[in-house]
């Protein structure tokens, strides 16, 4: 099966800009959740979608939005960037089994915002 | 508020030792416990998942506990290897049903020494 895909893998914005990342979940995950790690606040949860509909948010500004497609596959969308937002940003697929909720990471799209 | 603390932030020893890595909680009600392992530039990688109901957990060489009362898990690293070498971080899903997310420690960064 293949693991979680996230693209682009980096990318270089100005202040201002928008970007949108993209994040395809393991298949038959219905659930995606988004992260943001960044040194200094370590890994922060951005929202979480499931079956197109956005289940939770974290404790960020509206410039940050995300939306779940009916494939699952997600992407996020941060408008009027800020070099603030530089940062690894993380999407999961979740399991869920006998065991409870399991995440399965993507490998992150870097953003640096110059 | 719920917030996750890792000591020590750091951590080297050399090969073959066994370790113990700490994570603190601060809200008991919790719906879960997990242990990641992060690759530098990766995402992460699910090692065990304690349920609240569960006292431990256990995978190869890793054995995690979870002490919900007193707020405490502990994953222990037995035997460790070069490879083992990665910042591990540990997370608790907690909040009210239907809106529960992921709250992260900051990661304690381990160095196996040859």
């Known amino acids: 099966k293949a693991g979680v895909t996230q693209t682009p893998r980096y990318l270089i914005k100005t202040r201002g800009q928008q970007v949108t990342l993209s994040c395809s979940p393991i298949?038959?995950?219905?659930?995606v959740s988004w992260y943001q790690q960044t040194p200094g606040q370590g890994l922060q949860f951005l929202f979480e979608?499931?079956?197109?509909?956005?289940?939770n948010k974290g404790n960020f500004p509206g410039r940050f939005s995300g939306r779940q497609f009916s494939n699952s596959r997600s992407e996020m969308n941060v408008s009027t960037l800020e070099l603030g937002d530089s940062a690894l940003y993380l999407c999961?697929?979740?399991?869920?089994?006998?065991?409870?909720?399991?995440?399965?990471f993507g490998s992150g799209t870097q953003l640096s915002v110059l | 508020k719920q917030e996750v603390t890792q000591i020590p932030a750091a951590l080297s020893v050399p090969e073959g030792e066994n370790l113990v890595l700490n994570c603190s909680f601060t809200?008991?009600?919790?719906?879960?416990l997990q242990w990641f392992r992060q690759d530098p530039g990766k995402g992460l990688t699910s090692l065990l998942l304690?349920?609240?109901?569960?006292r431990e957990q256990t995978s190869g060489r890793l054995n995690a506990s979870l002490d919900k009362s007193s707020g405490r898990s502990t994953l222990y690293i037995a035997a460790s290897q070069p490879g083992d070498s990665a910042t591990y971080l540990c997370?608790?899903?907690?909040?009210?049903?239907?809106?529960?997310?992921?709250?992260f420690g900051q990661g304690t960064r381990l160095t196996i020494n040859p």
């Open positions: 304690i349920q609240s109901s569960q």
């Open positions: 809200d008991s009600a919790i719906y879960n």
């Open positions: 999961a697929s979740t399991y869920l089994g006998g065991s409870g909720e399991k995440l399965f």
């Open positions: 979608y499931f079956s197109e509909t956005q289940r």
């Open positions: 298949s038959g995950h219905r659930s």
């Open positions: 997370a608790v899903r907690a909040g009210i049903q239907g809106a529960q997310k992921l709250v």
